[in-house]
């Protein structure tokens, strides 16, 4: 298994990595990525393709029985260590993923916390997320590791659902869409190509196949229209004492207006959410976050060791994700030790909200862009 370089520029931040599906390779796009490295609306993008071991052939593993096939999730474990290894300069990753090899980057996703923190889009083509049962027929279905893995009811495809319903649910912190495509109804129907997902993530076309002829074909320009100018990361998230929600919503409410795409707990979690880990997500995939610094916040940073703690995982995953973290200050009050190091934004000044506005602007998706951790 390997990466295959289409374009590494130096400096750039943000990765496309192709995912080729069943007796495929990682040269089984075709001129897909050549199209994205020569797509201007693109240029953001560095391009990868992971490469890794599949066919079906009726021949594999009965004819020749040296030839032996990863498990899927095999294929999971190098594929993280190819986005954690090769690819750890960059912060933004989007993964465009077919069939088998989606599922085995829907289980990466879920087993790598740090590769899932700086996923800004997946993208999954015919992928049979609730496994298949088309393959009964093939001559060497049960010697052949990764069709067993995709048959419907296989302990690969079940545990894969449970995971991914328990870790991202309905609210992924990245872009994501299943991708039925009508011409490959016959192998991938789209029960198992879409109905693990919620509707609003769901998309249908002529055919999702791999291998465009030009950037006119419907498979490139529907994945090439979602990451043209795709903001890498979600909204911005905002911390604060739940006394100063006044506060909170005169900024939120500015924001939005002008807009920037917030999180903010008491709009954005809904009744059911599981309320800690929709609060993690949020500040691993957010652009930039705030912090609201008054005497409430300092006073619960002391009392409260839930805030104290949302202070310190703000600290770290903005470090880690190299993104801005923005100290807002109300009135004349001190910034907390942890935060002196950063340049702050007072609120109280006639100009302090337009500098907050302008200073997000290039780190933020605009509202209403669809990467929201909770719609």
């Known amino acids: 298994m390997r990466v295959i370089e289409h374009r590494r520029s130096a400096g750039k931040g943000s990765a496309i990595v192709f995912i080729h599906g069943l007796a495929g390779s990682g040269h089984g796009w075709g001129k897909f990525p050549t199209l994205a490295v020569q797509d201007v609306r693109l240029n953001a993008w560095d391009v990868f393709a992971f490469d890794w071991t599949t066919g079906v052939s009726p021949l594999a593993g009965l004819l020749i029985p040296w030839k032996r096939f990863p498990q899927l999730s095999t294929v999971a474990i190098s594929l993280s260590t190819t986005l954690d290894v090769a690819l750890e300069g960059y912060e933004h990753l989007a993964l465009v993923a077919r069939d088998a090899g989606g599922l085995a980057t829907m289980r990466a996703v879920l087993d790598d916390d740090v590769a899932r923190a700086r996923l800004a889009a997946l993208v999954l083509l015919g992928v049979p997320f609730r496994g298949l049962k088309t393959y009964w027929w093939y001559p060497t279905y049960r010697l052949h590791v990764q069709l067993r893995d995709l048959a419907a009811g296989s302990e690969f495809i079940a545990r894969l659902g449970a995971d991914w319903t328990e870790k991202i649910g309905e609210n992924p912190p990245f872009l994501l869409r299943a991708v039925h495509g009508e011409s490959e ?26 291998s465009p002829d030009d950037a006119d074909d419907a498979t490139y ?42 999180w903010v707990d008491q709009h954005d979690l809904r009744p059911g959410d599981k309320w800690l880990l929709e609060l993690d997500q949020a500040v691993d995939s957010a652009s930039a976050v705030l ?4 005497s409430n916040s300092l006073e619960a940073i002391e ?3 839930f ?69």
């Open 291 to 294: 912090f609201v610094v008054s």
């Open 307 to 375: 805030l104290k703690r949302e202070l310190q995982d703000c600290l770290e995953a903005t470090s880690r994700r190299r993104r801005p973290l923005i100290p807002v200050v109300v009135g004349e009050t001190p910034l907390p030790p942890q935060l002196t190091k950063y340049q702050w934004v007072d609120i109280d000044d006639p100009h302090g909200m337009e500098s907050l506005v302008a200073a997000l602007r290039e780190h933020v998706p605009p509202a209403g862009s669809g990467t929201r951790t909770t719609q």
């Open 185 to 210: 109804a016959a192998v991938f129907p789209s029960e198992t190509t879409l109905g693990g997902f919620p509707s609003r993530f769901r998309d249908v076309i002529g055919s999702s196949h791999t």
């Open 303 to 305: 009392r409260d060791r």
């Open 221 to 262: 320009t529907f994945v090439s229209s979602l990451l043209a100018d795709q903001p890498c990361g979600g909204p911005v998230f905002v911390s604060y004492a739940h006394e100063d929600r006044p506060i909170v919503e005169r900024i939120r409410s500015h924001l939005e207006g002008s807009g920037v795409d917030t």
